[in-house]
């Protein structure tokens, strides 16, 4: 036997709408049974149901199933009327935050188009012009961008005999001469 505890939980659900109600699938009880499917499928199936009750003479039964296909149809309108809804003010965000960032642009480029302050001098100090003459005691240290650099010797052809190579000239005498 089932638990009382379990059955008032499950009690409280059974009302509650779950997420998108144009896909969800629903479990309709009606006079000839369960009809399951998505509200747009069970509206389709009442209304052939009606029809075919309708051919069949049954005027009580085309009511019923008119009723049960209204039902599901007004479901279906509120859904899709409140998705609508929905949409329209997701646009409407989405629209505002176009526009700001648009006018943040506008703002920047015009900020960067208008020419610099006129408060700022026109022209520099003259203490700027100068040139500083650093001497040797000034604390200064040498760069190797400052330094001359020395010419680069040139190198000698390789021999492809595999002989010795002739002694160059070279412009400095030796210290064993």
């Known amino acids: 036997m089932r638990s009382s505890k379990s059955r ?3 009690k ?3 009302n509650r709408p779950s997420g998108n109600i144009v896909n969800r699938v629903f479990d309709s009880s009606g006079p000839e049974g369960k009809v399951r499917g998505t509200p747009q499928q069970i509206i389709d199936k009442y209304n052939q149901l009606a029809r075919d009750s309708q051919l ?3 005027r009580v039964a ?3 199933f008119q009723q049960h296909a209204e039902h599901y149809l007004r479901m279906l309108a509120e859904a899709q009327r409140e998705q609508a809804e929905r949409q329209a003010q997701q646009q409407a965000q989405n629209e505002e935050r176009q526009r700001a960032r648009r006018e943040e642009q506008e703002q920047r480029q015009q900020a960067e188009a208008q020419p610099p ?4 001098p026109a022209d520099p100090p003259a203490a700027m012009d100068e040139v500083i003459d650093a001497g040797p005691e000034s604390g200064l240290v040498e760069t190797p961008e400052e330094k001359p650099s020395r010419p680069r010797r040139q190198r000698r052809p390789r021999n492809p005999e595999g002989e010795a190579p002739e002694a160059p000239a070279d412009p400095t005498p030796d210290a064993a001469e």
Do not use: I, P
């Open 117 to 120: 302050a006129q408060d700022a």
């Open 56 to 58: 069949g003479g049954d």
């Open 8 to 10: 008032s939980r499950n």
């Open 12 to 14: 409280g659900n059974r």
């Open 62 to 64: 085309t009511e019923n």
